[in-house]
């Protein structure tokens, strides 16, 4: 009987102990202390920026006396953020994760900034930082340090992914890592999607439950979307005299999409080659849909003027101010022209700024 | 000789900078004070082999000419238009006008007079479009914050 309750007791301390343990372990989080040379009394704000929606959210709030702060928080893994100061707005990334990390930031040297004009703020970039205690914000640090310099795009890029790559080979649950990569995408968007997805598969972890694996993926999906084989996405713009024009009207026939602008020298070059494809094509089941890039529609109204193109001509929106167009940018070109060939289906069959590359395909379609 | 000060290329907050396949063009900053209340900002665009940008003096439905747009300021007044190197001229019979364009590089300058005797900071943006022989890179704005010492 005693022995009975003693064992019961036993069991419950037990429990107690292990719901004790599991509740400390989950309730460990960061302590970030930090010390500030410039600014002596304000406030300390942490923001999480997402790079979707371009937007910062508050993560953590501090206030800063005598040059000293302390914050702490949980977070759900590790992300790089922002640490910024007032009175002005001093700011530096930091990557933050659950541990004990401490900074130190000396206000002299910063660089300042204004971009209220595009519904962001100003203040200055601090160049005096130093964190201890963030593995990740070593890691990256650690990154950017050896892969700094290099002459030309190619040199830079390739340097980065000889870091990236043996890196992430033998920490592929780190979420520097993916940063990394992420940040290496955002500059080298045209890396060849095999190539990318060779380098996605290698994540396992806290690294491939992070936002910058699943923005990654959410781009290699996007970017797939217009693949050929694909079908190209309805869109319906409006035409010079504002009727609307809906791709899909055009089904039963082949389509070339051309992007083009008044204001594109090339584009406008290769209109009288259209012409001629048009004029051979066009009883035979072929269409072309020009979208411009075009912002000013006057522009564009004397450039089709001048150019007389007997064929569907759209005007692209520019919904976002300062984004990229509508619907040219769905289509991760980054340039125009951009020549977009579909079939009867609306499928994609060839997608290219190279002229030649239509008219091969057309060729094909058309031998009979 | 007078101080020369070059500044930030290109403030690069990672929070703005958005993706772009291709950058054929970069841009940097400098300031001299050429007096106690006078100053000269200059900006470089330093152009990939092949690509060129445009002069700011393209009339409409022509190129995507250079534009400059400086933030208002107690600090500074602007003196008189930003001046920019020699374009390479050429009529350009698509747009139906002379159009001027840089290659390899092009400086503007702005003459401000100042208004303070600290540091003044010349802010503002440059919307740019470029192109080479078989492709464009839509406008694009980029900020600059310059330090007249």
Same mark, same amino acid.
């Given at each position: 009987m005693k022995l009975k309750y003693i064992g019961l007791a036993a069991i419950?301390?037990?429990?107690?102990? =292990?719901?004790?343990?599991? @509740?400390? #372990?989950?309730?460990?989080?960061?302590?970030?202390?930090?010390?500030?040379? /410039?600014?002596? %009394?304000? $406030?300390? *704000?942490?923001?999480?920026?997402?790079?979707?929606?371009?937007?910062?959210?508050? *993560?953590?709030t501090g206030k800063l006396r005598n040059g000293k702060f302390v914050m702490k928080?949980?977070?759900?893994?590790?992300?790089?953020?922002?640490?910024?100061?007032?009175? /002005?707005?001093?700011?530096?990334?930091?990557?933050?994760? %659950?541990?004990?990390?401490?900074?130190?930031?000396?206000?002299?040297?910063?660089?300042?900034?204004?971009?209220? #004009?595009?519904?962001?703020?100003k203040g200055a970039m601090l160049k005096n930082v130093k964190v201890t205690g963030s593995t990740s914000h070593a890691d990256f640090i650690g990154y950017e340090i050896k892969t700094k310099g290099g002459k030309g795009k190619e040199e830079i890029f390739n340097a980065q992914l000889n870091y990236i790559r043996p890196f992430i080979a033998k920490n592929p649950s780190s979420v520097a890592g993916i940063y990394m990569l992420s940040n290496h995408?955002?500059?080298?968007?045209?890396?060849?999607?095999?190539?990318? $997805?060779?380098?996605? =598969?290698?994540?396992?972890?806290?690294?491939?439950?992070s936002v910058y694996f699943s923005n990654i993926m959410q781009d290699i999906d996007e970017r797939r979307a217009v693949l050929p084989g694909n079908?190209?996405?309805?869109?319906?713009?409006? @035409?010079?005299?504002?009727?609307?024009?809906?791709l899909s009207s055009t089904r039963g026939k082949y389509v070339m999409i051309d992007f083009w602008a008044s204001w594109c020298k090339p584009c406008r070059e290769a209109i009288p080659h259209w012409k001629e494809v048009y004029a051979k094509y066009k009883d035979k089941g072929f269409e072309i849909v020009s979208v411009t890039n075009d912002s000013r529609w006057n522009d564009w109204i004397k450039a089709m003027d001048v150019e007389q193109m007997p064929w569907i001509q759209t005007i692209d929106e520019f919904p976002v101010k300062n984004m990229p167009a509508r619907v040219v940018s769905k289509y991760k070109h980054?340039?125009?022209?951009?020549?977009?060939?579909?079939d009867k289906e609306g499928k994609i069959l060839v997608k290219s700024g190279n002229e030649e590359d239509i008219d091969h395909k057309l060729a094909e379609i058309f031998k009979n | 000789m007078k101080k020369l000060i070059i500044a930030l290329a290109l403030v690069a907050s990672a929070q703005v900078l958005q993706a772009q396949i291709l950058r054929p063009v970069k841009w940097s900053y400098a300031a001299k004070k050429t007096s106690s209340t006078e100053a000269t900002v200059f900006f470089k665009a330093?152009?990939?082999? &092949?690509?060129?940008? +445009?002069?700011?003096?393209?009339?409409?439905?022509? !190129?995507?000419?250079?534009?400059?747009?400086?933030? !208002?300021?107690?600090? +500074?007044?602007?003196? &008189?238009?930003?001046?920019?190197?020699? !374009?390479?001229?050429?009529f350009e019979k698509m747009f139906n006008m002379q159009?001027? +364009?840089?290659?390899?590089?092009?400086?503007f300058q702005q003459k401000i007079k100042l208004k303070s005797k600290n540091q003044t900071a010349v802010k503002g943006s440059i919307q740019f479009g470029a192109c080479d022989d078989n492709e464009c890179i839509p406008p694009e704005d980029v900020n600059f914050n310059v330090t007249v010492k």
């Open positions: 419950l301390l037990i429990a107690q102990t =292990v719901i004790g343990i599991a @509740q400390t #372990k989950s309730s460990i989080g960061y302590t970030l202390t930090g010390t500030v040379k /410039g600014i002596a %009394n304000g $406030e300390v *704000v942490l923001n999480e920026y997402n790079a979707k929606t371009r937007m910062s959210t508050k *993560v953590n928080g949980k977070l759900s893994g590790p992300k790089m953020m922002s640490l910024s100061f007032k009175p /002005g707005n001093w700011g530096t990334q930091i990557f933050m994760e %659950n541990a004990a990390i401490s900074v130190k930031v000396d206000t002299a040297g910063a660089q300042h900034y204004d971009y209220t #004009k595009y519904g962001s703020d995408y955002m500059f080298n968007s045209g890396i060849p999607l095999t190539d990318l $997805e060779k380098l996605m =598969v290698t994540f396992s972890g806290a690294a491939k439950e079908y190209a996405e309805d869109f319906t713009l409006l @035409q010079g005299d504002s009727t609307k024009f809906t980054g340039t125009i022209p951009l020549y977009v060939l579909l | 330093t152009i990939d082999k &092949g690509w060129h940008i +445009y002069s700011q003096n393209v009339g409409d439905g022509g !190129p995507t000419k250079t534009v400059f747009t400086f933030s !208002p300021s107690q600090q +500074y007044a602007l003196v &008189g238009k930003t001046k920019e190197t020699n !374009p390479i001229v050429k159009v001027g +364009y840089f290659e390899n590089q092009a400086v």
